[in-house]
């Protein structure tokens, strides 16, 4: 007799995602969001495709960084749906792959900033920054008090490991019990678990729109380099090494057989 055993892990994070920016688009000025309902985002004129990706996909979204002439550059995602894609009482995870060519500045460089269903945005940035080393590393919190004001310990020099023109992927996830605790976030760089500190205050960012790689509101958050394929969950999903095996919304099937 054969059984067969089949594990749904991928349909089960595929369920649970409720927003996937897979910026495929390699031209124009809009990138889709692939999960039904949610709106598309809007590309500044300064951010641009490329077709340097970290798979097999076709192309990712360049960021032009700060600079003599640059203006504020992201891509908003603006009246979106769901209009909050976080909260500081339910559980949720980021994925988001990037290619940073420099980190360093006088502020954090921006990923991505979620609107909030309460009080203040969530944002995750990067940061190398002389004389403010209360942003150095992978950061993520609120301007305020929603969310807990957190950053990476773990790296001595933040501008090597992540502003080295090499593609790395960052997870982020909160479990949902407390917002203002260091204990219910986690944070993985290229599948390897973070250690995390108090980070600094951070300054104001829009609640009402997602956006990524900047800030609608000042240059020197300006992303410099390569984002792509960025997810949001509504729950913590499985850990690094397991999300590897899922690929992107695949079915993962385990088979045991059994004779008798």
Known sequence: MLSVVVLLVAATAQAALVSHFAMNENTGTTTADSVA??????????????????????SSLSFPGSGSGI?????????????????????FSVS??????????????SIVTLPSSTGNAFQLFLGAISGSPGYDGICIGSAGSTFARLRTTDMTNPEATLGDNTWHNVIVSFDGVN????????????????????ASSYGGVNNSDLIIGGVTTRTDTNFNGLIDELKVYDTVIPEPATMSLLGIGGLLALVRRRRK
Not at 37 to 56: E, K, R
Not at 73 to 88: A, F, I, L, M, Q
Request: net charge negative; charged share 10%; aromatic share 10%.
């Open 37 to 58: 309902g949610n709106d598309g985002g809007t590309l500044t004129a300064n951010v641009g495709w490329s077709t340097d990706t970290p798979d097999s996909s076709t």
């Open 71 to 91: 203006a504020t550059s992201y891509v908003s995602v603006t009246g979106s749906t769901p209009g909050t894609y976080v909260s500081p009482t339910s559980a």
């Open 96 to 109: 988001v792959w990037f290619k940073a060519d420099s980190i360093v500045g006088t502020a954090g460089k």
């Open 179 to 198: 917002a203002t605790a260091a204990s219910s976030y986690a944070i993985y760089l290229d599948d390897v678990s973070q250690t995390l500190g108090a």
